[in-house]
Each structure stands twice: as structure tokens, then as C-alpha cells.
């Protein structure tokens, strides 16, 4: 049980156990508020890549394309025509790559599932997006600091994923039920990680923030 008390975003031993279902544990780090499922009830990489293969999102839905843009406009805001950016864990379908292309931008994608090129890690990205990823990262704080390097100096890192809001909303939350999903980033959570990267922080959306790294 005590290393679960040890965080995966900011690596505080300061968990304490949120909440069980009949599935696994969930627990709160105490520092950062990242609601988190300890590593015994994680899915191996075949299961996880099966969860995976089962989404059917396409360019021609718009439905999700609607969705996908709750993050889109609120970033294109923020670029000039031609923007690099790298759009990580896009799946099998990577539709906000193609969007975001027929809006001028210039993008690449990264999934170490189903766009395993190493080579896009090299390069530094004036934008760098991640929609519905950060809840399947078991050590979120160095993935996401991982993300974070590759954005330039002004540029910005655009995240989507739904937020913790408390003990009740989480018992009801079909959100959890996912068992691919095993962060759960609370607005504090984000708080937090703007603190620790001294990087500015916009809430955008409801499931959308937006770090912009300062000069």
C-alpha cells in the first residue's frame, strides 16, 4: 500500500486513497489533487491497445469534430497562419491533425500505438496538442514533461481531458469507468503543474486548458 501513496504527476508521498469501486482504488495526491489509479490495475499493452481499436472516429463525423474543436478554436486563436504543431496520441484516426491542416497549420502526429515515429520527438513545435490522452498516461508528470520540451519558447500545449470536481460528481462519474483511464486531473491539478513549469494557464473550456510557455 505505501507506494501508492507516491504520486505519478508530481511525485509528492502524499496519497491518500479517494475512492473504490468494484473495479480497483482510486487515490488523491494531497499536493497536486491528481486523482490517480495505482499500477496493479493498469491494463497491459495488448488490452489497452484492444480498448484502443474499438474507436471509430472519423474526419466525416462531424460530431466529434465539434468535439475536437472545443480545443481547436480556442488554440487557433492563439497561432499565426503556418504554425508547426504535434499533435500526440491521435489514434487510429487523426482527426485533428487533418483539421487542423485545412486551417493553414502545418502538423505532425505522434501514438506509440499507431504513429510510432520517433523522429517527431526530435523537433520543437510551436503547438503541441493531446485530446482525451492525458487520462491513459500512467506517469503523467514526465510524459507531460515530455510534451512540454517540445514546445518552443511562446508556444503553447492545448490538453483535453474532463475534471475532477469531487468526491460525489467521482462516484457517478462514467468518466472512471473507462479502465483505460488512469489520471484524473482536477483544476488544482493543472494549477499545480502551471506552478511548476512558471507557465501561463487558461482554462479554455470546461474540458480544455492551455499552457503557454513564457519567454
Not at 500500500?1 to 509528492?12: A, R
Not at 502524499?14 to 495526491?29: P, T, V
Given at each position: 500500500?505505501?507506494?501508492?501513496?507516491?504520486?505519478?504527476?508530481?511525485?509528492?508521498a502524499?496519497?491518500?486513497?479517494?475512492?473504490?469501486?468494484?473495479?480497483?482504488?482510486?487515490?488523491?495526491?494531497q499536493?497536486?489533487?491528481?486523482v490517480?489509479?495505482?499500477?496493479?490495475?493498469?491494463?497491459?499493452?495488448?488490452?489497452?491497445?484492444?480498448?484502443?481499436?474499438?474507436?471509430?472516429?472519423?474526419?466525416?463525423?462531424?460530431?466529434?469534430?465539434?468535439?475536437?474543436?472545443?480545443?481547436?478554436?480556442?488554440?487557433?486563436?492563439?497561432?499565426?497562419?503556418?504554425?508547426?504543431?504535434?499533435?500526440?496520441?491521435?489514434?487510429?484516426?487523426?482527426?485533428?491533425?487533418?483539421?487542423?491542416?485545412?486551417?493553414?497549420?502545418?502538423?505532425e502526429?505522434?501514438?506509440?500505438?499507431?504513429?510510432?515515429?520517433?523522429?517527431?520527438?526530435?523537433?520543437?513545435?510551436?503547438?503541441?496538442?493531446?485530446?482525451?490522452?492525458?487520462?491513459?498516461?500512467?506517469?503523467?508528470?514526465?510524459?507531460?514533461?515530455?510534451?512540454?520540451?517540445?514546445?518552443?519558447?511562446?508556444?503553447?500545449?492545448?490538453?483535453?481531458?474532463?475534471r475532477?470536481?469531487?468526491?460525489?460528481?467521482?462516484?457517478?462519474?462514467?468518466?472512471?469507468?473507462d479502465?483505460?483511464?488512469?489520471?484524473?486531473?482536477?483544476?488544482?491539478?493543472?494549477?499545480?503543474?502551471?506552478?511548476?513549469?512558471?507557465?501561463?494557464?487558461?482554462?479554455?473550456?470546461?474540458?480544455?486548458?492551455?499552457?503557454?510557455?513564457?519567454?
Open positions: 500500500m505505501t507506494d501508492y501513496k507516491y504520486c505519478p504527476l508530481c511525485s509528492h502524499e496519497g491518500a486513497l479517494y475512492f473504490i469501486d468494484k473495479h480497483r482504488e482510486y487515490w488523491q495526491c499536493h497536486c489533487q491528481l490517480y489509479v495505482p499500477a496493479q490495475w493498469h491494463l497491459s499493452l495488448p488490452r489497452e491497445r484492444a480498448e484502443y481499436d474499438l474507436h471509430e472516429n472519423t474526419f466525416e463525423d462531424q460530431g466529434y469534430l465539434q468535439f475536437l474543436r472545443r480545443l481547436g478554436d480556442p488554440l487557433l486563436d492563439r497561432l499565426v497562419p503556418n504554425s508547426r504543431g504535434l499533435d500526440v496520441g491521435c489514434g487510429p484516426g487523426p482527426v485533428l491533425q487533418k483539421w487542423l491542416r485545412s486551417q493553414g497549420m502545418q502538423v502526429v505522434y501514438d506509440k500505438f499507431y504513429a510510432p515515429n520517433q523522429q517527431v520527438l526530435l523537433c520543437q513545435y510551436d503547438f503541441v496538442t493531446a485530446t482525451e490522452v492525458v487520462e491513459h498516461l500512467s506517469a503523467p508528470g514526465l510524459s507531460l514533461m515530455a510534451m512540454w520540451q517540445l514546445v518552443r519558447s511562446q508556444g503553447q500545449l492545448a490538453l483535453m481531458t474532463k475532477v470536481k469531487s468526491v460525489e460528481a467521482f462516484a457517478g462519474w462514467h468518466y472512471k469507468n479502465p483505460t483511464h488512469i489520471a484524473f486531473f482536477s483544476e488544482a491539478s493543472f494549477k499545480w503543474l502551471a506552478g511548476h513549469w512558471q507557465a501561463e494557464l487558461t482554462f479554455a473550456d470546461k474540458d480544455v486548458v492551455i499552457f503557454t510557455k513564457r519567454t
